[in-house]
């Protein structure tokens, strides 16, 4: 049962200019990242080539530690895995996967150098917690040679050593990893069929809806295996998933065959230079000893490349150590500026609360006092209707002690008269008392 909860990567595995960017081209189409910087197309890959830039330079520095090239037939040292100078590449290459493809849970990695450098990179993916599959893509060594031939100016010797040294490496680093394998000629054939097995395998659905790239047109080498291709039909027929198992002892048995092959026409060729007319060397092989000469060239000047490298690669960790101090001091300058800023949005906070609730007391307050102030109007308008009743209080007051005077004085003056009367009537008493006496 297809392991889908996993972090998958798909490995694109086959020699240079057989299908990988036809097959890395339907995987991106197909909705699978490829990472952030893909090389641009080409005239020999109009389509592109769908190769990370930053992948294909790692793994190209990786073959030079090594004293290699991609167009090297030789074979890897036999305990290449445990060169000391390896040690740190690995994390070198998880910090490249981390900033190419982030979080994505479904990757695609086309080089075809992975054929050689499989068991790194098997090792690798598989501490990361990766479930790894292959997708392995051939095509017939003649076509490889003549393709190799018209872009790289190689002989069909190197070539055919070049296809063989990818194939038996892509073999042998595949053992035991879990396979899609294909034809370029299947691919350009049938792209969808080959998406809808890889589809069941990986255990998830592709966007198969949005695959528009495979085009029969491009394929410019279309070639017949000849008789003594025997060991590049088998290992091609093996590749392509045609053939379960190669021979006993296939490898053992080609490789140094194919390798002299290669070293034969590489030797034959220098000699028919050095032995040719210098007028027929200049007008024939200026190109053929341009390449040779940079061929030789290549090893020696990647191992300068190398040391370079490391001095480079020293400044860059010096400079990411920098680069994560600053990180971390703005993470806690962020940090406290986000806890001040919260402090401050509480304190705002509770200021508007306190502001809300003194806006209430003061509305209650000017209620109140509105409330107040028409009372007391209501209080002064009673005070000065007392004022004005007390007033003509005092006035009718007045207009009464006028009157007592008044009447007191009329009682005096009745007082006075009583009085006189009473003296008169006692006086009359008197005359009367007197008349009678005298009577």
Not at 331 to 349: G, M, Q, V, W
Request: negative net charge; aromatic residues 6%.
């Amino acid at each position: 049962m297809p392991d889908s909860d996993k972090a998958t990567a798909l490995l694109v595995l086959g020699m240079h200019r057989s299908g990988t960017s036809l097959l890395s081209g339907l995987m991106a189409g197909a909705g699978v990242s490829l990472g952030q910087h893909l090389m641009p197309a080409a005239p020999d890959n109009p389509k592109g080539f769908w190769e990370n830039q930053t992948i294909v330079d790692f793994n190209e520095s990786l073959l030079n530690l090594l004293g290699q090239t991609w167009s090297s037939w030789e074979p890897l040292p036999e305990t290449w895995l445990e060169d000391e100078r390896l040690a740190g590449r690995k994390d070198e290459l998880s910090s490249i996967l981390d900033a190419e493809f982030g979080s994505s849970d479904l990757i695609c990695i086309k080089d075809p150098r992975l054929c050689r450098l499989l068991p790194f990179w098997r090792a690798l993916l598989s501490e990361r917690g990766m479930r790894v599959i292959g997708l392995v893509v051939s095509r017939p060594v003649t076509e490889v040679a003549a393709s190799l031939q018209a872009r790289d100016g190689m002989g069909p010797a190197q070539a055919r050593a070049l296809w063989m040294r990818y194939s038996l490496d892509n073999v042998a680093g595949a053992d035991g990893l879990e396979q899609v394998r294909t034809s370029y000629e299947d691919l350009l054939r049938a792209p969808r069929d080959f998406l809808a097995t890889l589809e069941a395998q990986v255990g998830r659905s592709l966007a198969l809806e949005d695959v528009e790239f495979a085009d029969s047109a491009l394929r410019h080498h279309r070639r017949e295996p000849e008789p003594e291709d025997t060991w590049a039909t088998l290992l091609h027929e093996h590749l392509s998933g045609r053939r379960e198992q190669l021979p006993e002892n296939f490898s053992t048995l080609v490789a140094p065959l194919v390798s002299q092959s290669a070293e034969l026409e590489l030797e034959l060729a220098k000699q028919s230079l050095d032995e040719a007319p210098p007028d027929v060397k200049a007008a024939k092989s200026a190109r053929e000893q341009a390449l040779f000469a940079q061929a030789q060239e290549a090893k020696q000047y990647a191992g300068s490349l190398w040391e370079e490298l490391k001095t480079g690669r020293a400044y860059i960790e010096a400079m990411q150590e920098e680069l994560a101090e600053r990180q971390e001091y703005a993470r806690s300058l962020e940090l406290s500026l986000k806890s001040n800023i919260e402090e401050r949005d509480k304190f705002i906070e509770s200021l508007k609360e306190e502001v809300a609730i003194r806006d209430t007391e003061l509305e209650r307050r000017q209620t109140f006092n509105e409330s107040l102030q028409e009372h007391i109007a209501q209080k002064e308008q009673v005070l000065q209707d007392y004022a004005e009743d007390i007033k003509r209080r005092e006035e009718y007051t007045t207009f009464l002690q006028e009157q007592i005077r008044n009447k007191e004085a009329e009682l005096e003056e009745r007082r006075a008269r009583v009085a006189k009367l009473k003296h008169r009537f006692r006086h009359l008493l008197w005359v009367g008392k007197l008349l009678r006496n005298r009577k």
